[in-house]
């Protein structure tokens, strides 16, 4: 059961951070195909620097997840550092790459630009909230 403090949707973004966590780490396995990479500050990774940051990141992101299921205050700095990253990185990540070609990859971007910025940014938003109220 979720802490009370907690609530429902930190919970689930707790588990879906952990969730990303586990896939950062396993990047430089190419699970998800050959081209399969971190993407750091716009530019695939591969190979050596792939094999670093991308495990690098995903403790990052576990020890956020961590920090979100304890209520912990730091998960706060760490949430709202990690949403300006993902901010960076999709900008530079659009400046970088050719426009999308079919309009299915160009409506599969637009989710995915939505929902990055919205869960990066709103987890930090509702710790403020939780990390506030009386509990």
């Known amino acids: 059961m979720a802490n009370s403090r907690r609530g429902t949707a930190l919970t689930v973004l707790a588990i879906l951070f952990a969730i990303l966590a586990v896939s950062d780490i396993l990047k430089p396995l190419h699970l998800e195909g050959p081209t399969t990479g971190l993407v750091f500050f716009g530019k695939r ?8 940051l991308g495990p690098i990141l995903g403790i990052v992101l576990l020890i956020y997840a961590a920090g979100i299921w304890r209520m912990s ?4 700095y760490l949430g709202y550092a990690y949403a300006i990253y993902v901010t960076i990185n999709l900008i530079l990540f659009s400046a970088r ?3 999308l070609t079919s ?17 990066s940014w709103g987890t930090p938003v ?3 909230r939780r990390q506030g109220a009386p509990g």
Do not use: D, Q, T
């Open 126 to 128: 509702l710790l403020s």
């Open 73 to 76: 205050r730091y998960a706060l």
């Open 45 to 52: 990774l591969s190979g050596a620097p792939n094999a670093i």
């Open 103 to 119: 309009r299915s990859e160009m409506i599969f971007g637009i989710v995915y630009i939505v929902f990055a910025l919205a869960l």
């Open 97 to 99: 790459n050719p426009s």
